[in-house]
């Protein structure tokens, strides 16, 4: 399962580090420091909010894989189809959200899902063992 996972770990953790370039960029030119501070706590809320969500799934389970929490996040289809979206449409659909608030919207999605990926990857072993989840082999 390791070789499944590392890849996809690092693929993740490359989109986020393109995400953040995307937001650097996009606040950088953003005149309005309140317009900034509203960007980034949207953007860390509904990461919270994705964590929380996708985590909650799991609460009932009494025993689980120990690949099984981190494959939800990595392999996620909705979000990744949804990432590919928005990937799409900050490359080729700029001048589509031309709205100053409708702008970041990408980036925070993008940001929630590969942000939500790495660390809900990460942060499963410590939700099994808060959780009193077994684990299996």
Do not use: Q
């Not at 706590?41 to 909010?49: K, T």
């Not at 996040?73 to 900050?90: D, E, N, P, S």
Request: charged share 5%; net charge positive; with cysteine.
């Amino acid at each position: 399962m390791g070789l499944i996972l590392g890849p996809l770990l690092l693929f993740w953790l490359v989109m986020s580090s393109y995400v953040l370039s995307i937001g650097h960029s996009l606040l950088h030119d953003a005149a309005l420091y309140p317009y900034t501070l509203v960007v980034v706590f949207s953007a860390v809320l509904s990461l919270i909010l994705y964590l929380y969500l996708g985590f909650n799934r799991f609460t009932t389970s009494h025993t689980l894989s120990w690949y099984d929490i981190p494959l939800f996040f990595t392999t996620h289809k909705t979000a990744i189809l949804i990432f590919l979206v928005c990937i799409l449409t900050h490359w080729f659909g700029a001048n589509m959200l031309s709205h100053y608030y409708l702008k970041p919207l990408p980036f925070i999605i993008m940001f929630t899902i590969s942000f939500g990926a790495i660390t809900g990857a990460f942060a499963s072993s410590a939700f099994m063992k808060k959780y009193n989840i077994k684990r299996e082999h």
